[in-house]
């Protein structure tokens, strides 16, 4: 057995126990499936934590190729950067709307969304966005005489109630313009050669140098159909498959993950015939 193939060998078992310290990333919690690789604008939706995970539930269909997502349909949302926006915007806004434009992956049947690009929305209910008080049946005696007052002092002064409203609105428009600017953190993998490491339940795609004097480097790649083929792949093959990809590198909690575009098995002396 070649030098090459031990390192191979060693690489794969090293990174495999790197298992061991993360929890898997868990398929999307619905059947509906988007075209792997689609490209989504003017996505509505709410956003919710389910124990590590972040969904999105859509409060407007969503269309694609003549089909749809129905409004209350639950999409998981990928590790990336821009969650990570989402997630400390969330903070500040929770239960409430955001706009999105983002990236469809599909894994083995199941749909989940890349976020390229988050807007706040504020929850109106009337033509100009401002959400409306509620409905009073009844007025506090004392709130309509200092009501009342208030209105003989400066007749053009703006209700109490409407302040607050505009001033929710506002703090509303600023995270949206926060979210439009939020550095992303992202960079383009091209051409890089590596091996696909099945470490369950996680697995990574490790870059191999081919006899450069160059560390390997590590990255999960997130679900999606690029990830299901080279699966495939490799399940056929007895032996390491490296191949040659291009994809986009984002990083979530101090992890770094790879969102796979395209793969193509890369040959050389040692596996032509195969």
């Given amino acids: 057995m070649s030098d090459k193939t031990d390192m191979t060998r060693q690489m794969v078992l090293a990174v495999a126990g790197l298992a061991l310290m993360y929890g898997g990333l868990a398929a999307s919690q619905t059947g509906a499936v988007l075209p792997d690789g689609s490209l989504l604008k003017g996505v509505e939706g709410r956003v919710f934590q389910d124990g590590e995970r972040w969904s999105l539930m859509l409060t407007t269909p969503v ?42 992956a599909t894994y083995r049947g199941r749909s989940s969304l890349f976020i390229n690009l988050f807007v706040p929305l504020a929850d109106a209910a009337d033509s100009n966005g401002i959400a409306l008080p509620p409905a009073s049946h009844g007025e506090d005696p004392n709130r309509a005489a200092a009501r009342h007052a208030a209105e003989k002092a400066d007749p053009l002064a703006i209700p109490e109630d409407i302040q607050k409203k505009l001033a929710e609105y506002q703090a509303t428009r600023q995270r949206s313009g926060q979210g439009m600017a939020a550095p992303m953190r992202v960079r383009v993998l091209l051409d890089q050669v590596g091996l696909l490491v099945q470490a369950r339940p996680r697995t990574f795609f490790v870059t191999d140098g081919l006899g450069q004097n160059t560390m390997p480097e590590v990255f999960e790649p997130l679900p999606c159909g690029t990830l299901e083929f080279m699966e495939r792949v490799q399940a056929g093959s007895p032996e390491p498959v490296r191949f040659r990809v291009a994809g986009v590198l984002t990083e979530y909690q101090g992890r770094s993950f790879l969102l796979l575009h395209r793969a193509v098995r890369e040959y050389d002396h040692g596996n032509f015939g195969q």
Avoid at 85 to 96: C, E, Q
């Fill in 63 to 104: 269309r694609y190729d003549g089909k749809a997502l129905d409004a209350g349909t639950v999409l998981e949302l990928l590790p990336s950067a821009g969650l990570e926006a989402l997630v400390t915007d969330a903070a500040f806004n929770p239960g409430g709307r955001y706009r999105f434009s983002a990236q469809g």
